[in-house]
């Protein structure tokens, strides 16, 4: 079985400061791990996704996640938050083998100050 | 390319009605699909999802049914809505296997009053 827990609903960040948005996982096997993005009224879509090459993936927009084995974590991050990242984050993981239907967190929210 | 269509995008109905949400995927064949439901605050929640014709696996009991008549059709149904049933509901893809990418659509918002 995999869980995927991110901590706080809600991150608030001035434009221009780094974002971190956290995500740890738990999995029984090698996972597969994912962060996508929401806009309002929209579906998700793809960020980037770890699957077992590297363990620091660069997604698409500036973000970027490292998978550390040792913190079952997969945290997200941007150098320098801009007005267009505000959005629901939501990070992802799925099983090598067995079931691989990917289990959701709960979502975190950012949101950026001018 | 593959694209994902869902309809309609946006649904009011009374208590007690019927529902019928679809969705189409272009350019693939054999495609996972998945039907999710999203409340405030509550992330995304797996109802349905198939691996092929007339293969559905449901997640949460309830009030909703699925079907996949077609290799590349989804449809999500209801024959008497309830008001817990309002929500956001998204359509998505993948390929079969591990790791791959879900593809999301853009959404219903259904309202039941």
Not at chain 1, 80 to 85: I, L, Q, T, W
Not at chain 2, 78 to 92: P, Q, R, T
């Amino acid at each position: 079985a995999q869980s995927v827990t991110q901590l706080g609903s809600h991150v608030s960040v001035s434009e221009g400061a780094l974002v971190l948005l956290r995500c740890n996982y738990s999995s029984s096997v090698p996972p597969y791990l994912f962060w996508y993005v929401q806009y309002p009224n929209q579906g998700l879509q793809l960020l980037l996704k770890y699957t077992s090459a590297a363990t620091l993936v660069k997604g698409i927009n500036g973000f970027e996640a490292e998978f550390k084995k040792s913190e079952t974590s997969f945290h997200l991050t941007k150098p320098s938050a801009h007005m267009s990242d505000a959005a629901e984050y939501f990070c992802a993981v799925s099983l090598s083998g067995g079931s691989y239907i990917p289990t959701f967190g709960r979502g975190t929210s950012l949101i950026v100050h001018p | 390319s593959q694209t994902i269509h869902q309809w309609p995008a946006t649904l009011v109905q009374p208590v007690g009605s019927p529902l019928s949400l679809e969705c189409t995927v272009e350019g693939t064949s054999n495609p996972n699909l998945y039907w999710y439901r999203q409340a405030a605050g509550r992330g995304l929640q797996l109802l349905f999802y198939s691996v092929g014709i007339g293969q559905i696996s449901s997640e949460v009991p309830q009030n909703l049914s699925a079907s996949r008549p077609q290799d590349r059709q989804f449809i999500l149904s209801s024959k008497k809505l309830l008001l817990s049933d309002s929500g956001f509901y998204l359509c998505a893809w993948s390929l079969q296997g591990p790791g791959n990418t879900i593809y999301f659509g853009e959404g219903s918002w259904l309202t039941v009053v």
